[in-house]
């Protein structure tokens, strides 16, 4: 900008001050590049008042570096202001649900209650209007029940026939549809009223979800904009799992209403109404107290346990492999809990995506109300999940990313490095192991093949986040930064995290791990070493046979560098003590058990009777039926430098020894 241009906007005050003249955003007393546009993000400055600081400096003709200075100082205060707006809007949005399933919960009349879900669809997405329609069985229509935000009355008094428009569009196929430009979307009909409306109230961009009770959409929730705008696929999961609740109210909302109806009109049904009346107290209780689990961050496993308590059984929840499939199914399609045996199924759905499901137990006989309850107990579990997994997703990134560091040496900076961990709950100055896990079981879907590895990630995220450690993916598999407590030992570790993923991915999955590493901050490639002898001896125990086990780099010694890369260790084995191996197996006798004593006592027969508690007549005999498999150079130098090498190969291919007992 020009310095007249400047001038000119300083004297009809929509610009900085002219040159010459102090200015609060320009220039504090210390002078420093930065610390006007640390005073405007104090006061929470909009984002075109960053230009002024930058503006006047130009105007005052101040040196190129004071400039460019600013410059760069503008533009890492609008990536912090960026930043904490993001911020603010995830927790606007994380707020909005907790209150949603609150107000909903304490509810009672429809007007109270319909006004409510639109107030808080318009909070929860942020757009400029929200407006619910209901379906009108009389007259055959759809017409416009509330809203919020518009401005134009012939919009709010919209009446449109089935099948007309976007809305009528997600009633007769009872699934979302969205559009960024309602007027050039041909996917839906057009009528010159409907188009009218929209026009008035100046809609572009629109998205509707379907209200489902059971098959049946009893109208249609809209969240829409003045301005193009693409709504993203989480956006429109969590407005399908709003007005899924939404509609549950309206139908508790209409229940009650018709429950005084029928109060009025069945005087004589006193004790029936009466009895009625403690099954939707009981339906408000547990609602109030999902509330307040909610607002207190409680979990999926409280939420079973407070309606366990309502409900007086045993409440629940199951992930949705664990459920029974048929009834699981039929939940979900008809949007209601389902009987299975003597239990009832609720599944926990959010949009299209199968969560799991609340199964209460050993209840057959279950009062209409009491299965609104566990319905909806259901619904809050579903947000719940979706709230929970957003936190658990970012963490992971986080962890991921900082043990990436620690890999590659990026960031040197110990202190850094420690603060990084400290916010994780992980201590870098305890003694870690780091393990490489790898999935052993192939397929030729490559879709299954990435599935299983997510899996795989996110188990093992899970279990570093529970054990105070780190995790990502690399190298086609998973690399871990577990710490070691007590009597730990790497070796075990390993064992216990090869069982653990593997049982969480129904596959088999090896884990090799380091030796202990020990002030991993120290040196920069600490981390990277220590990964570097983990996928050593996870190359070893592959080319051992011992798929889906766990060991440690301390179990191989130097034959873990031996291992390193592609050998045909079976063969080598074979070739070298396959007769005396086939001859045990044949006969029953102990022969490679003598090879071993022999050469641990250094080849003396004396010493080997005394370790295996046997006649030195014995162990001759033995040995002597060992020249004639092998040879008679077998005690040769090289020859039983090899044997020594192949019994250990051998012993180390097999199971495992047993832990010992106590």
Not at 68 to 97: C, I, T
Not at 196 to 207: F, K, P, Q, S, T
Request: aromatic share 4%; proline share 4%; charged share 25%.
């Amino acid at each position: 900008m020009s310095r007249d241009h400047v001038q000119s906007a300083e004297r009809t005050g929509s610009g900085a001050p002219a040159p010459g003249r102090s200015h609060p955003d320009a220039r504090p007393a210390s002078g420093g590049a930065e610390a006007p546009f640390l005073e405007l993000l104090a006061r929470g400055a909009p984002a075109e008042a960053y230009e002024q600081p930058v503006l006047l400096a130009r105007a005052e003709g101040q040196p190129t570096e004071r400039i460019a200075a600013l410059e760069q100082a503008k533009l890492l205060a609008l990536r912090v202001r960026a930043e904490l707006e993001g911020r603010r809007r995830r927790e606007a949005e994380l707020s909005a649900l907790f209150e949603t399933a609150h107000d909903l919960a304490g509810l009672r009349d429809l007007d109270a209650v319909l006004q409510a879900i639109v107030q808080r669809a318009r909070s929860l997405l942020g757009t400029d209007v929200a407006y619910l329609s209901l379906n009108d069985p009389a007259r055959g229509d759809t017409y416009m029940r509330v809203t919020e935000g518009s401005v134009s009355a012939r919009f709010q008094q919209l009446r449109l026939g089935m099948g007309e428009g976007l809305g009528g569009l997600v009633a007769q196929t009872a699934r979302p549809y969205v559009t960024d430009d309602y007027f050039r979307d041909d996917r839906f009909q057009h009528t010159l009223s409907i188009d009218a409306g929209v026009r008035d109230e100046g809609l572009v961009a629109i998205l509707g979800v379907p209200l489902m009770l059971g098959h049946t959409v009893i109208g249609v929730l809209f969240a829409a904009d003045r301005r193009a705008r693409v709504f993203e696929r989480e956006q429109i999961a969590l407005l399908g799992s709003f007005a899924a609740l939404a509609a549950a109210a309206i139908d508790t909302a209409n229940l009650l209403a018709e429950t005084r109806s029928a109060l009025a009109d069945l005087e004589h049904a006193n004790e029936i109404i009466r009895d009625r009346s403690g099954v939707i107290e009981r339906a408000s209780d547990v609602h109030d107290r999902l509330a307040e689990l909610v607002l207190r961050g409680g979990g999926v496993h409280d939420v079973a346990a407070a309606v366990s308590e309502v409900l007086d059984g045993q409440v629940q929840f199951t992930e949705a492999a664990a459920a029974p499939a048929q009834a699981l199914q039929s939940s979900r399609a008809e949007g209601h809990a389902v009987r299975h045996g003597a239990d009832w199924i609720a599944a926990v759905a959010a949009g299209d995506e199968l969560l799991g499901a609340l199964v209460l137990r050993g209840h057959p006989g279950l009062d209409p109300v009491d299965q609104r309850t566990l319905e909806r107990a259901a619904m809050v579990t579903s947000l719940l999940l979706l709230a929970r997994r957003s936190a658990a997703e970012a963490e992971q990134r986080v962890r991921g990313e900082l043990l990436d560091d620690l890999l590659d040496a990026r960031d040197r900076d110990p202190r850094l490095l420690r603060d990084r961990a400290a916010r994780l709950h992980a201590d870098l100055d305890a003694t870690h192991a780091v393990l490489a896990a790898r999935l052993e079981g192939g397929t030729a879907d490559a879709e299954q093949e990435a599935d299983t590895r997510r899996r795989l990630w996110a188990a093992a995220s899970h279990l570093a986040a529970t054990r105070h450690g780190l995790a990502a993916a690399r190298d086609g598999g998973t690399v871990l930064l577990l710490p070691l407590t007590g009597d730990d030992t790497a070796t075990g570790l390993a064992r216990r995290t090869a069982r653990h993923l593997g049982t969480a991915v129904h596959e088999p999955v090896t884990v090799g791990a380091s030796a202990p590493v020990e002030r991993l901050t120290a040196r920069p490639d600490a981390v990277a070493a220590a990964y570097a002898e983990a996928r050593r001896c996870l190359d070893a125990l592959r080319l051992l046979g011992r798929c889906g086990d766990g060991a440690a780099a301390e179990d191989f010694g130097f034959l873990g560098l031996l291992l390193a890369g592609e050998r045909d260790v079976a063969g080598f084995v074979d070739r070298t003590i396959g007769q005396v191996v086939a001859y045990d197996e044949r006969r029953g006798t102990e022969l490679l058990r003598t090879l071993d004593a022999y050469f641990a006592c250094g080849m003396s027969p004396a010493r080997t009777k005394d370790e295996l508690h046997v006649h030195v007549n014995t162990v001759a005999q033995r040995l002597e039926r060992v020249g004639r498999l092998l040879g008679d150079d077998w005690q040769s130098p090289a020859r039983a430098l090899e044997i020594q090498l192949a019994l250990r190969l051998h012993r180390l291919s097999g199971p495992p020894p047993a832990p010992p007992q106590h």
